[in-house]
């Protein structure tokens, strides 16, 4: 995508952490604008999805609590194989 602006939505951060410019938006208003680190620290919105994201892939959603992992590409598996 280099050498072009690129727009995507998504609901995660894991594949957006190193992009030049991220653009956090909540209920249609944008909440916060930069980079990962900068967003942490100053935009709640985007921190508390981290802080989820960090959760499910430590024990799974709320829906799947104790059946299965975040497999690191974007699903669900059956925690064979995590650390």
């Known amino acids: 995508m280099e050498g072009r602006s690129t727009i995507v939505i998504?609901?995660?951060?894991?594949?957006?952490?190193?992009?030049?410019?991220?653009v956090v938006l909540?209920?249609?208003?944008?909440?916060?604008?930069?980079?990962?680190?900068?967003?942490?620290?100053?935009?709640?919105?985007y921190r508390e999805v981290g802080e989820k994201e960090v959760e499910v892939m430590k024990y799974g959603d709320s829906d799947?609590?104790?059946?299965?992992?975040?497999?690191?590409?974007?699903g669900f598996g059956n925690g064979e194989g995590l650390m």
Do not use: A, P
């Not at 594949?15 to 991220?22: A, F, L």
């Not at 249609?28 to 935009?43: H, I, P, Q, T, Y």
């Not at 799947?64 to 974007?74: A, E, I, R, S, T």
């Open 64 to 74: 799947n609590l104790g059946k299965g992992y975040w497999d690191g590409k974007g």
């Open 10 to 22: 998504g609901e995660g951060l894991c594949r957006v952490v190193d992009w030049d410019e991220i």
């Open 26 to 45: 909540e209920d249609g208003d944008v909440s916060g604008r930069g980079r990962d680190g900068e967003l942490m620290r100053n935009d709640r919105v």
